[in-house]
């Protein structure tokens, strides 16, 4: 039986994130021994003071609020965990989910894009979304204005779609698509990793955009400016292996600049909803785990010596700007298992914090 407090609490502990909840879990064996445990391996880790774990009234208090909502908890590691999201490099350890959980599990694409989309932008993302829907695919979007509510309503003409969101799912952002998110949950599946009342804030969006890029078997950039959240998604698709579309666009719109980027990158070249199910063919392609995701379940095996070498290693390469992961380890030159019990051994001190799409920074002043 799954003890969904125990799982909450670990997710929930400080110094937890994604992997490190993974290889926790895979050390131990279950949250409960993972907790048991986690005061000692931080201060093993260098950590000062106590690790914060909530209370098991608190993770208790919190299940409970999110039933009296209608909403669910998914935990990683668990049959109900979306498979497609769990196959990315930093899943969330746990999602609440209002609506019909059991979308996650079906073929997915997902629709984004600029929030300040034009008329024609918007109604080609209602009608590609639509014309996937009646496909009997889920189409997802992150519930922001323009592109991704147009995407939400197109395929809800025709079938379902998923909404992942930045804060709680308790609460709406942008407010004035909440009518439309209680539709969604109504009729479809909306989608939260961060805990109930959380306001979304301009940090909450990258995780959320991970989410988005995870659950789907590819993304549809329509209207996309050159720093646009809609390439990060697109960035954070093809980290995991899925494919990417964009539909073309003037290059005198300053809203299409980043989209017709990506299609000089490669990008599926997309005018309806035709090209995007011509390139995903087949269903269930099946994707490869992400570079490092079976290193993160392994534990290092240096001896103390060259463990404290490859530990300082490690720092002098990290620093407050984020890195990627797997850079990391081809500059380590070390074992991918190694470089990840560090880095985990280093978020739990406190000393590092991870970050959506597998990267990893020095927390302020915690430099080599």
């Known amino acids: 039986m799954i003890d969904a407090a125990d799982r909450l609490r670990l997710a929930r502990t400080e110094g937890v994130g994604p992997v490190t909840y993974r290889r926790l879990l895979a050390r131990f064996g279950s949250p409960a021994a993972a907790i048991e445990g986690l005061p000692e ?34 935990f990683f590691g668990t049959p109900s965990y979306p498979p497609l999201l769990a196959q ?46 009646a496909a009997g695919v889920v189409v997802v979007s992150g519930l922001a204005r323009g ?17 992942c969101i930045a804060g709680g799912i308790d609460t709406a952002y942008p407010p004035e ?11 479809g599946a909306v989608v939260a990793e961060m805990p109930l009342g959380t306001i979304a804030q301009a940090r909450h969006f990258p995780r959320r955009n ?70 995903l063919g087949q269903p269930s392609p099946g ?14 095996d240096l001896p103390p010596a060259e463990r404290a070498r490859a530990e300082r ?3 002098e390469l990290l620093g407050p700007t984020p890195c990627g992961v797997d850079d990391l380890i081809r500059r380590c030159q070390l074992p991918a298992a190694s470089v990840m019990s560090i880095l985990s051994d280093m978020e739990l001190a406190g000393h590092l914090e991870t970050l959506p799409g597998h990267r990893v920074a020095l927390v302020a002043g915690q430099g080599g």
């Open 147 to 163: 592109i991704d509510a147009a995407a939400h309503i197109g395929a809800l003409t025709q079938g379902t779609t998923a909404a």
């Open 210 to 279: 991970r989410v988005i890029a995870g659950l789907a078997l590819g993304v549809v950039v329509v209207e996309a400016a050159l720093k646009s959240g809609s390439l990060i998604t697109a960035r954070l698709s093809l980290e995991a292996n899925r494919e990417v579309f964009a539909v073309p666009g003037s290059p005198l719109d300053e809203r299409c600049r980043g989209s017709n980027a990506l299609l000089r990158d490669g990008a599926h070249l997309t005018e309806s909803a035709a090209d995007v199910l011509a390139a």
């Open 88 to 133: 990315t490099a930093d899943p969330p350890p746990v999602l609440a989910v209002a609506g019909d959980p059991g979308l996650l599990n079906r073929r997915a694409v997902a629709i984004v894009g600029a929030r300040n989309a034009s008329a024609n932008g918007r109604r080609l993302a209602e009608m590609i979304a639509g014309d996937l829907a």
């Open 41 to 74: 391996l931080a201060r093993s880790a260098g950590r000062r003071g106590t690790i914060a774990i909530p209370p098991r009234a608190a993770a208790e208090r919190e299940i409970a609020a999110v039933g009296r909502l209608g909403a669910q908890l998914l």
């Open 177 to 187: 698509n909440a009518p439309l998110q209680a539709r969604i949950a109504r009729d």
């Open 313 to 315: 290693t490690v720092r």
């Open 287 to 300: 994707f490869s785990a992400a570079p490092g995701f079976a290193e993160a379940w392994t534990e290092s």
